[in-house]
């Protein structure tokens, strides 16, 4: 009995050293954390608490304690991810109220923000654990000469001594017709594409994280075409991008009863057959979607924060998605 209380918790030890040896890097497009404060700035107007959604401080508080629950939850086999790339967050308020979240707050997680130009003041942010990651530098860069939306958030650092550079995006919707947003997405995608170029040019060892909501699919022009994201992982090189959810059965989020895969996590070939850290499958598929039941509505569908002005009380319209990076 000794002997096998000392194999068991030499496994234990076995089995937290190769665990501690694995990141999850997580993206989840929130839809609309906002705070209940007034920004002159934006327009928040319907997210207030006199507007028709009476977007109050418990409604406010439920949707961090949802948001923050989900985010632990995606990591119950795993650690709190090393990187969480967000969608459609006010401001960086509301995203360190977020971290401090009885969920997260062991993760000690840091915030890579900036203000975006978009009307309604939605930004993307980055989470990263700096006792897992060094990040040594951010910066937002326009995502397009003459459209207003989102920035491109960019970091880059060092993960297990490797250098590695993020982005994290959110590109234009497909309101008003997909015809005629197209060339709005795909212009973001060429300005994401010559960074990604620069870097490769510049330091070719890097690994690249790509991710965020495109509001294309993997196999629509923006996206196979211009940043040329391929979905083969049998045909890469190691400057090729590579787009895992190509290949995922359902998506992350739904409109007209139809799952789209708007939400993307992209790497760079050297990512998946370099040295150093790779990319780990996930049952079948190197990318997953998490959902819980609770996260879902009677049709299956992701449950929203709202439904028109209508109170649903979800975290989301969208379901988080991550892929795994492990030695």
Not at 55 to 64: I, M, N, P, Q, V
Not at 242 to 256: L, T
Not at 297 to 304: M, N, V
Request: contains cysteine.
């Amino acid at each position: 009995m000794r002997y096998l209380t000392y194999i068991c918790l030499f496994s234990l030890l076995c089995l937290n050293a190769l665990a501690q040896k694995q990141h999850v890097v997580a993206f989840y497009n929130v839809e609309n954390l906002f705070d209940t404060i007034n920004s002159p700035a934006t327009a928040d107007e319907d997210m207030l608490p006199l507007s028709d959604r009476r977007w109050d401080t418990k409604r406010y508080e439920a949707k961090l304690k949802n948001i923050s629950q989900i985010l632990l939850d995606i990591t119950s086999q795993h650690d709190y991810p090393t990187l969480i790339g967000m969608a459609e967050v006010e401001n960086r308020s509301v995203v360190e109220v977020l971290i401090r979240e009885p969920a997260l707050a062991a993760a000690h997680y840091n915030i890579c923000h900036y203000d975006s130009p978009d009307e309604r003041g939605i930004d993307v942010a980055l989470l990263y654990r700096p006792e897992k990651i060094k990040i040594l530098g951010s910066k937002a860069i326009p995502a397009t000469a003459d459209n207003p939306t989102r920035d491109i958030l960019t970091a880059w650092g060092e993960l297990d001594n490797e250098p590695i550079f993020i982005a994290v995006v959110h590109w234009p919707s497909r309101i008003g017709g997909v015809k005629f947003t197209e060339p709005q997405r795909i212009a973001c995608s060429q300005q994401l594409r010559e960074i990604v170029d620069s870097v490769q040019c510049h330091t070719p060892a890097t690994k690249i994280i790509i991710m965020g909501d495109m509001n294309d699919n993997p196999h629509d022009r923006s996206i196979a075409e211009v940043l040329r994201a391929k979905s083969n992982v049998n045909k890469l090189l190691s400057n090729d991008l590579y787009a895992p959810f190509a290949n995922v059965k359902r998506g992350s989020s739904v409109y007209d009863n139809r799952w789209n895969r708007y939400d993307n996590i992209i790497v760079s070939g050297n990512i998946v057959q370099g040295n150093g850290f790779r990319l780990c499958p996930i049952g079948k598929r190197y990318g997953a979607i998490f959902s819980r039941k609770d996260m879902l509505d009677r049709h299956g569908y992701p449950k929203p924060t709202f439904k028109g002005d209508e109170y649903i009380g979800g975290a989301s319209d969208h379901l988080p998605i991550y892929i795994l990076l492990g030695k």
